[in-house]
């Protein structure tokens, strides 16, 4: 009798330790501890390395550096967006989520050349791996008050970061070859940073009737997202709280009632005023 439920027996251990391992990766991407939060900015600081190689990679003739570069970024962020799902407990519903999908396009752009695909036009791809940066804000949010404070800023910070590199990505992807005044990732942002301040220097313009499209589209949405950010820097600051009994959830720093509904409300604060 006591064979017959040995097999049980392993498959409990089993689950036990498989439960084990996903509640481990669990708190090392949402735990407080110290080496939960080290492996978060771990992360924050690799996406920045990636950018910089992004830009440094255009000036560099595809070659043996590039081919191991690529496939190894590929496997750690497809490493990274696995273990997410896998400690998610809605997986699909992750998965459909549009910065995943994105996260998910950069990471086949990094693959491509390792699966044997050809396709250059994937690299501009890989600036969609900023999307991710959305996910770790709002981890890092839970980690430092500063974020908490200033978490409008840095948002439109971000928005604006997130569109001038996805958009020089473009420039360069479309222009590089075709376009004698774009030859590195560094033409393609100048450009970009011209245009989406309506500076308009003139000294580079995108050829073709879609170079044209694409220089429309940078200066109607650069501009809104740098009107957006100016907009923050010069507002009142306020904090982030929602009341219990009318849902407001921006408040003056030291308000001691909410000045909607009058109900008193108890904001977090670090001694300061």
């Not at 997410?84 to 396009?105: F, H, S, T, Y």
């Amino acid at each position: 009798m006591g064979r017959k439920h040995e097999p049980a027996g392993i498959g409990g251990r089993l689950g036990d330790r498989v439960g084990a391992a996903r509640q481990s990766v669990r708190n090392l991407y949402a735990g407080g501890s110290r080496r939960a939060q080290a492996f978060r900015y771990g992360v924050l600081a690799l996406d920045l390395a990636t950018l910089l190689y992004i830009v440094v990679s255009s000036f560099l003739e595809a070659g043996a550096v590039t081919r191991v570069v690529d496939p190894v970024l590929g496997t750690v962020f497809l490493a990274d967006l696995l273990a997410r799902l896998w400690i998610d407990p809605r997986p699909l519903a992750m998965l459909a989520n549009p910065i995943v999908l994105a996260e998910l396009a950069a990471i086949v752009s990094f693959l491509a050349p390792a699966l044997g695909g050809a396709a250059g036009f994937l690299r501009v791809l890989r600036t969609l791996r900023l999307m991710h940066a959305y996910q770790m804000l709002r981890r890092l949010r839970a980690d430092l008050p500063v974020f908490r404070r200033h978490e409008d800023l840095l948002m439109a910070i971000l928005h604006l970061v997130v569109f001038l590199f996805v958009t020089t990505g473009l420039v360069f992807e479309t222009q590089a070859g075709r376009n004698d005044d774009i030859n590195n990732y560094v033409d393609a942002l100048y450009f970009t940073v011209a245009a989406l301040t309506t500076t308009g220097f003139g000294d580079i313009t995108l050829e073709g009737s879609g170079g044209h499209l694409l220089a429309v589209v940078i200066m109607i949405f650069g501009v809104t997202l740098f009107l957006r950010l100016a907009q923050v820097l010069f507002r009142p600051h306020k904090v982030r709280h929602e009341c219990e009994h009318c849902g407001l959830n921006r408040h003056e720093p030291d308000a001691v009632h909410c000045k909607h509904c009058g109900n008193l409300i108890h904001l977090d604060t670090e001694g300061e005023g």
